[in-house]
Nanobody, 123 residues
Framework: QVQLVESGGGLVQAGGSLRLSCAAS????????MGWIRQAPGKERVFVAA????????YYADSVKGRFTISRDNAKNTVYLQMNSLKFEDTAVYYC????????????????WGQGTQVTVSS
């Protein structure tokens, strides 16, 4: 089992940047594929980005490709989401999530979730 705690959210103007962090408990972080999923008010959770066990492979939603970068530091048990050129439509609660099955864009495939961190982009 792994516990996840996100941080780094906040209010930013359109065009600005934020870096989200997700700290994981336990010694088996490197055994989990990690992802970021977001949920806007009144909408379902949607995939943002995912990363492989070593960090060598990444996968992005088309809406964030070229603007967001997912990375991980297995020595620090942490996964990051660097968000640049933020848009109003990026406003959402951002969750990090973990699973052992493989790199995936399907939110239901993730077994463990953090509590989420709010990102608000003002236009």
């Amino acid at each position: 089992q792994v516990q996840l705690v996100e941080s780094g959210g906040g209010l930013v103007q359109a065009g600005g940047s934020l870096r989200l962090s997700c700290a994981a408990s336990g010694r088996t972080f490197s055994e989990y594929y990690m992802g970021w999923i977001r949920q806007a008010p009144g909408k379902e959770r949607v995939f943002v980005a995912a990363i492989s066990l070593s960090g060598g492979s990444t996968y992005y939603a088309d809406s964030v490709k070229g603007r967001f970068t997912i990375s991980r530091d297995n020595a620090k048990n942490t996964v990051y989401l660097q968000m640049n050129s933020l848009k109003f439509e990026d406003t959402a609660v951002y969750y990090c999530a973990a699973n052992k099955g493989g790199i995936t864009s399907r939110p239901p495939s993730y077994d463990y979730w953090g509590q989420g961190t709010q990102v608000t982009v003002s236009s």
